[in-house]
C-alpha cells in the first residue's frame, strides 16, 4: 500500500524535519522524552509543503498546496490517562483554533491517536 502522507503519535524526536528514506518527516517539539507528533509526507508531495506549524507536543499541523488545491493536514495526540484539566484545556483550545483557521475552501484532515473516541465523548 502507497502512503503519501501519515500522522504519527508519540514520535519523540524534537522539533525540526528530516529527510527519511523516501519521506520528509515534520517532528513536533518533545518535552521530557514524551508524547510528540509528527507528520510523513513522501517525496511525491513533500514540495508541496508551504506551511508548517509546531501548536504544541500534541498538535502540528502543514498546509500543502497540489494544483489548484490545498490541503491542511493535522496530527494530533489525546492520550489522556494522566493528563490533568490544564492540559486537556489547551488541547481543545488549540484542535479548535487549528481547525477555525482553516478556510472553508480548503481541506481539512486530523489524524490521530484516540482522536474520534475523545471528540465523541466531548461532543
Request: charge should be positive; proline fraction near 1%.
Amino acid at each position: 500500500m502507497k502512503v503519501n502522507i501519515a500522522c504519527v503519535q508519540e514520535s519523540r524526536a524534537g522539533s525540526k524535519a528530516r529527510d527519511a528514506n523516501r519521506y520528509k518527516l515534520w517532528y513536533s517539539e518533545v518535552r521530557k522524552g514524551k508524547n510528540g507528533v509528527s507528520i510523513l509526507v513522501d517525496i511525491e508531495f513533500r514540495e508541496c509543503v508551504v506551511e508548517v506549524r509546531r501548536v504544541n507536543d500534541r498538535l502540528m499541523t502543514i498546509k500543502l498546496v497540489v494544483g489548484e488545491c490545498t490541503f491542511n493536514v493535522v496530527s494530533a495526540y489525546t492520550h489522556y490517562a494522566s493528563l490533568d484539566e490544564e492540559v486537556k484545556r489547551r488541547f481543545w483550545e488549540g484542535l479548535d483554533e487549528i481547525v477555525r483557521n482553516v478556510s472553508p475552501a480548503e481541506r481539512l484532515f486530523i489524524g490521530g491517536f484516540q482522536l474520534t473516541y475523545w471528540v465523541d465523548r466531548r461532543w
